[in-house]
Each structure stands twice: as C-alpha cells, then as structure tokens.
C-alpha cells in the first residue's frame, strides 16, 4: 500500500496511506451520480412549471448550473477536504505540509479540474496519479495537496472521539481546553501512526510541544499522556 510521510509544522513526521486510484475513481463515481440525482429533482421540478420560457433562464442558471459546477468546490471548503464520494470512500484531500488544505489550495484544485477530467476527459488525471509517487493529478502537484485515507483501522478510531462517560469524570490537564481543534486532529493523527508504525518517538514528540505550549509537565509515559489529553479535551468541550 502506498504511503507518505508528511512532516508537520509542528515538526511531527507523520505517515498516510495515499488514496488508491480505484477508491478516487469510485469516489468521483458517487459524486456524478449525488450531480445527477440533483439535477433530475431540478428539472423535475422546473417541469411542473413554466421555467424554460427566456425569463425562467436566470432561475435555470441559478438552480441547477451553479450547484453542478461548484459542487467540488463547496463540498471540500465545507467538508474539510471531502465530497460526498470522497467521504463515502474514506478519502479527503490535505496539504503536503500535513495542515487541512486552505480555501486556495481547494479553488486551485477546483480550477485544474478543467485539465484534469472536462478538457482531456479524465485521461491526464488518470495518467498523473498512477505515474505521480504521491499519486496527485495535475491540479494536485499546482496546489500542493494530495488525497489520503482517512479510515484507519476501526476500533481504534472508535477510542479517539468516544466522549467521557463518567459524569464526575476529573480532567487530569484542564489545560487542554486551551488546544485548537487542529491540534486535537494532530494528537489523533499521532496516535493513528503510533497504532500502525509502533513508533513511539512520535507520541514523544507531540507530549513534549503540548508541554512547552501548555507550559505543563506530563504525569504519563508518551501514548497515555496523549489519550489523557484526547480525554480531558473531548469532557472539557463537552462542557462549553
């Protein structure tokens, strides 16, 4: 299975399982047919009306050709990275840098979809992510992002956002409130790649900047201390 490794800004070397080609083709399967089935409910119901008529031509435009054009686009800046497909498949697009992609990246992949798929009929971004090691189409390797799996093995996933169920459950970091949404992702993607590399270096690495940006100091070895801090996080949030 192909992977890359992606060094954080955080200076955390992380490893992903790059999305197939099989798995993107299927997913942009799933998109055509959520455009399609959209578009046959809008025609469905411009047909009860008289909105073909030259006046009904903004309506038109409006209704069915903007949605269908922008699709990608809006999906991935309002699903972090996915479409409908995308998710279906357990795939999402992210930065080299290992960051979520920024609106940018997202428009420079929406606008090389021309290149890609409409103007040469999928066939360069076929040919680009079978050839390209990170396995990117054209529009990709402009904007700096590539698509990875975003479901590693089940049970363990389940561990990570379970909420606290004990009701006088006592934070043992209260500090941690303090912790962006992106850093939380962070320690997940940590735990992720420790459960499968067995690297432990990287827990070490992620402890010690949660240290120096909390100014705390850990009670636990590496992994525990992590899935404290993704505990205490999940029951302090919880409670806002």
């Not at 800046?77 to 498949?89: D, E, F, H, P, Y």
Request: glycine residues 8%; hydrophobic residues 45%.
């Amino acid at each position: 299975m192909a992977t890359i490794s992606i060094t954080t800004p955080q200076n955390i070397e992380l490893e992903y399982d790059l999305a197939s080609l099989g798995e993107r083709i299927l997913g942009r399967i799933i998109d055509g047919l959520v455009i399609a089935g959209y578009v046959g409910l809008i025609i469905a119901a411009f047909s009860l009306g008289n909105y073909w008529e030259a006046n009904g031509l903004p309506i038109i435009i409006t209704f069915l050709c903007l949605p269908v054009v922008f699709y990608d686009l809006v999906s991935e800046i309002l699903l972090n990275g996915q479409s409908v497909g995308k998710k279906a498949m357990g795939i999402k697009v992210i930065s080299l840098n290992g960051d979520q992609a920024s609106t940018g990246q997202y428009m420079i992949r929406w606008l090389f979809r021309l290149v890609d798929f409409s103007i040469s009929g999928s066939l360069v971004a076929l040919i680009t992510v079978a050839a390209t090691e990170k396995h990117q189409r054209v529009g990709d390797i402009i904007a700096g992002t590539t698509l990875v799996k975003t479901k590693p093995r089940t049970a363990f996933t389940q561990t990570l956002y379970t909420p606290v169920p004990q009701t006088n459950y006592i934070p043992t970091y209260p500090e941690v409130i303090h912790l962006s949404d992106g850093d939380i992702q962070l320690v997940k993607e940590v735990l992720i790649n420790v459960q499968k590399s067995g690297n432990t270096m990287l827990a070490l690495q992620a402890m010690q900047k949660i240290e120096q940006t909390l100014h705390i100091m850990s009670q636990h070895e590496p992994v525990t201390f992590l899935y404290a801090v993704m505990s205490d996080y999940n029951h302090l949030a919880s409670k806002l």
